[in-house]
């Protein structure tokens, strides 16, 4: 193991790269699997504690605004409810007041109507009635000083037609035809006639029987029926007495029940309000989930470790985890807070039922979010469809279970039990809906329907979830079909086992952001099943894949190398040892009917301790390769071999021998650099431990990062983003190192360090480098590779390239006066035979030679220093650049393709 030199990393020469110690990793098994999983949980807790305020919010504060909410809502209804009044006062009966008009300051209403005829009869009007009522209007102007009318000849006598008058002032006594008349008037002129009085004389030849029906318009704020039957009644003795000084006064006074407590209709609100505002606190926790996880997809920070060798199954399960822990300090935050506002529903409940409704809820809806989030890839849209979620249980709860006796006909006889079995399964809310109608029906306090009086819950014992709960008796319906309350809770069960199972399925079957899915049959494939590392026969592998994806393009028009490299590729005997093999690597990409080949069967062997340097344009296929040889990406045919893995067949197994620098910084920005280099240390399975931390110090040192270890890398520059991104890369010491543009947007000098690094780290590995930068493959790449059009065109070390696609050397020289000039020229050819003149301007003269010329260089450039003619101004002497090269090559292509279109 290299040891470390000096702390001060100023030379840039004399740094020793400290190597993975494999005693800290966990190589395989369920030691990997464990490992994993607490170095996403580690990550976890710390961006929890980093956004506090969040956490506190949905865990803590939510349900304490809850309750604080229904407390307002408790308050604001006291102005509605009648105060506590244990002895109420007696009330002497006042007479029949005026009629209203609506609205109010109108007065087109009529006081009473009047008949002696019994539905549509037609009868003659009666006397008798006309002087019963003369006596009742007299005696109640004296009882209310009104002033009514008392001479039945100044009352209205309406006839039939009088069905749609529309009244325009007040009436104080109508008499009409009939009791029909009453009916049909009242029923197409609402809210306008305050009684109707039907009378029914039978005369005997000793007794008068004196019977009425009173018709009256009645509401809880005023109903005067008793007043006036008593002066009815008053109003028939003295007719019947037939003597008008004597006038009989019915004298009743009225007194209320005593009036319960304000404090005994809290839990009524609290009933009626509860399934609304209870479900709305979990909700934030659900929307919370789906915002984190998406954010995670559409930042690709997912697959950035899953390219590193995380497993998927260790992702949910950390995730199902985190959430579940949320969730339950959010149930405990509701089941204190509802105490300490002492609600009967939390007071009158065991906790441990009050745990299953509120968990059991959280946990279902838990699995209903990932389930959701493998659906979407964009944060904001999870959160529409986590909002539309909530807003639409908001309106199921009001609708079905703010009301008992609306929530119990789903167990009726008359309601088929398709509807209730597909909301139990589908829906966690509706469960909840349930659990709380039956729990808050023994534990709350109701009101009776019939005596609007307060009804005392009995309290919630964990014996009655086994329970069928008692039907409402003022629902005339038969309940046969009621489950016991704990049937709900099972149903949270069911809800989390079809959701994860949907989870898993889709996360496999959806496309990633890259396009790659699994059959919807995946499942019933025997390979699904089988262990992850599992090894191919490198030989046969060689052999059979060429035969199951030949190549789709003329080999023969390819560039001898590259030709000959491809070959090479498909010979087992070539390279026995070599980490990496590409054979006819293909990806296309289909949208609608158009079709794009992003690349054309390319063949690729990358041997141990080189760096591989892919070149070529933007578009031009490097990015896409290197997505497929990680595994983010499926090809379209042919496939990669990475240490005796297959990317199409064991695409976990490959990820594990992979450490890679996407061309995006993909980061944590709530987390450090030194935390990011021990999650990604955990996924390779490495113990956290003194030993990983000197090894971690060691690689922040090589890169300039040490002394910002701590910061969080949301407050990095670009340059430090994608040195951060390098060094993780290189974490467990991977076989193959993929570098996508590893030094984009770095100084100079931070540069040279990165070089300097990689350039120490590829020894016993292969390491495969993107860049646009030729002065950075010219430094690092033993093999450069050109790509153009999706194909590779020219492969081979740098001084190869030169010399086959580049001039040579080319010198420069300026003669001293325009008559020299032709001097140069002669001397130049005589002591450089094949010299070619390629430029002849200005008095300037540039020379190209190729490369086997160099025999004739050192003197031809000793005459030129020396200058013992003094024909020579001044000079110079310049290589082909690796950029000269690369323009050459795709000059070249763009021309073919010119010719070919």
Request: some cysteine; charged content about 25%.
């Amino acid at each position: 193991m290299g040891k470390e030199k000096d702390n001060n990393y100023d030379d840039i020469e004399s740094f020793d790269i400290q190597l993975w110690d494999r005693r800290l990793q966990k190589s395989d098994g369920s030691g990997l699997w464990f490992t994993q999983l607490k170095a996403l949980l580690r990550k976890d807790i710390i961006l929890l504690k980093r956004s506090w305020k969040t956490t506190l919010m949905i865990t803590v504060l939510t349900p304490l605004l809850a309750m604080a909410f229904l407390k307002y809502i408790i308050i604001i209804s006291k102005n509605y409810t009648k105060e506590e009044n244990l002895h109420p006062e007696r009330i002497p009966l006042s007479g029949v007041p005026n009629c209203y008009g609506h609205p109010e300051e109108k007065e087109n209403c009529i006081n009473l109507m009047y008949t002696n005829c019994i539905d549509d009869a037609v009868c003659t009007r009666d006397s008798d009635v006309d002087k019963i009522i003369s006596i009742f209007v007299e005696n109640n102007n004296k009882r209310m000083n009104l002033d009514w009318a008392v001479d039945s000849n100044k009352w209205e006598n309406w006839e039939d037609d009088k069905l749609k008058f529309n009244v325009t002032k007040k009436y104080d006594i109508v008499h009409v035809p009939n009791s029909n008349f009453i009916y049909n008037y009242t029923f197409n002129h609402q809210n306008i006639t305050n009684y109707g009085i039907v009378f029914d004389i039978k005369k005997d030849s000793d007794v008068t029987n004196y019977r009425y029906q009173i018709w009256h318009n009645a509401t809880f704020e005023f109903n005067s029926t008793v007043t006036i039957s008593r002066g009815i009644d008053e109003a028939i003795i003295q007719f019947s007495k037939g003597n008008s000084d004597i006038k009989p006064e019915i004298n009743i006074d009225i007194k209320d029940f005593p009036n319960e407590s304000e404090d005994k209709y809290d839990d009524v609100i609290v009933t009626a309000n509860g399934p609304r505002i209870f479900f709305c606190v979990s909700m934030v926790v659900f929307i919370n989930l789906l915002s984190t996880i998406v954010s995670e997809k559409e930042t690709k920070v997912r697959y950035s470790m899953e390219m590193m060798g995380l497993k998927r199954s260790v992702y949910w399960v950390s995730w199902f985890i985190v959430y579940a822990v949320l969730f339950f300090i959010n149930t405990i935050s509701t089941i204190i807070f509802g105490r300490l506002f002492k609600y009967a529903f939390f007071t009158n409940t065991d906790i441990i039922v009050l745990i299953y409704i509120f968990y059991g809820y959280g946990l279902a809806m838990e699995a209903l979010g990932m389930l959701i989030s493998t659906l979407v890839n964009r944060s904001k849209t999870a959160v529409l469809i986590g909002i539309s979620t909530l807003i639409i249980g908001f309106l199921v709860m009001s609708t079905l279970f703010s009301v008992a006796i609306v929530t119990y006909l789903f167990w009726s006889k008359d309601v088929n039990s398709r509807y209730r079995y597909i909301g139990s399964i589908l829906f966690p809310f509706f469960n909840f809906g349930k659990m709380f109608v039956d729990i808050s029906n023994r534990s709350s306090n109701s009101i009776n329907l019939i005596s609007q009086t307060v009804v005392e819950g009995s309290g919630y014992k964990y014996d009655d979830l086994f329970e069928k709960p008692t039907s409402y008796s003022e629902i005339k319906t038969e309940y046969d079909e009621m489950e016991p309350t704990i049937h709900a809770f099972y149903y949270y069960f069911v809800n989390i086992v079809i959701y994860l199972i949907l989870t898993v399925y889709m996360d496999n079957v959806r496309p990633n952001e890259y396009g790659k899915k699994k059959s919807i049959f995946y499942f019933l494939h025997p390979s699904y099943w089988k262990r992850s590392d599992k090894i191919v026969n490198r030989r046969e592998w060689i052999k059979e894949t060429p035969k199951k994806y030949p190549h789709k393009i003329d080999v023969r028009e390819l560039d001898d190398d590259v030709r000959t490299h491809f070959r090479n590729t498909c010979n087992p005997d070539y390279e026995e040892d070599a980490p990496v093999r590409v054979i006819n690597l293909r990806k296309e990409f289909i949208s609608g009917r158009e079709r794009k080949i992003a690349v054309k069967n390319s063949c690729l062997t990358i041997g141990k301790n080189k760096v591989v340097a892919l070149l070529g344009q933007n578009g031009a296929g490097k990015s896409t390769t290197m997505n497929i040889i990680s595994g983010l990406s499926t090809p379209t045919s042919g496939d990669v071999m990475v240490m005796n893995k297959s990317v199409l067949n064991n695409t976990p197994g490959v990820q594990s021998e992979l450490g890679i620098c996407p061309q995006d910084d993909i980061l944590f920005k709530d987390l450090t650099a030194m935390e990011h280099l021990k999650l990604y240390s955990g996924i390779k399975g490495a113990i956290n431990c003194l030993a990983l931390d000197d090894i971690l110090i060691n690689r922040l040192k090589a890169v300039q990062l040490y002394t910002v270890k701590d910061a969080l890398s949301k407050t990095y520059s670009g340059g430090m983003k994608r040195r951060l991104s390098m060094i993780i890369a290189t974490i467990g010491d991977p076989n193959v190192i993929l570098l996508d543009e590893p030094t984009t947007g770095m100084d100079p000098v931070n540069r040279r360090y990165v070089w300097r690094f990689i350039e120490e780290f590829k020894k016993g590995r292969c390491v495969l480098l993107t860049t646009h930068s030729m002065e950075e493959a010219d430094a690092l790449g033993d093999e450069i590779v050109i790509m153009s059009r999706s194909v590779v065109k020219a492969i081979g070390n740098s001084i190869h390239l030169k010399n086959k696609f580049g001039n040579g050397y080319r010198i420069s020289i300026i003669a001293n006066g325009d008559e020299n000039i032709e001097n140069v020229k002669q001397i130049a050819k005589e002591m450089v035979p094949g010299i070619r003149l390629a430029d002849d301007s200005a008095g300037a003269l540039i020379f190209e030679f190729s490369y086997d010329l160099s025999e004739y260089i050192p003197k031809f450039v000793q005459y030129l220093d020396e200058n013992p003619d003094g024909i020579i101004s001044t000079w110079g002497m310049s290589q082909t650049t690796l950029e000269e090269v690369f323009l050459t090559v795709i000059h070249e292509d763009s021309k073919r393709r010119f010719k070919e279109e």
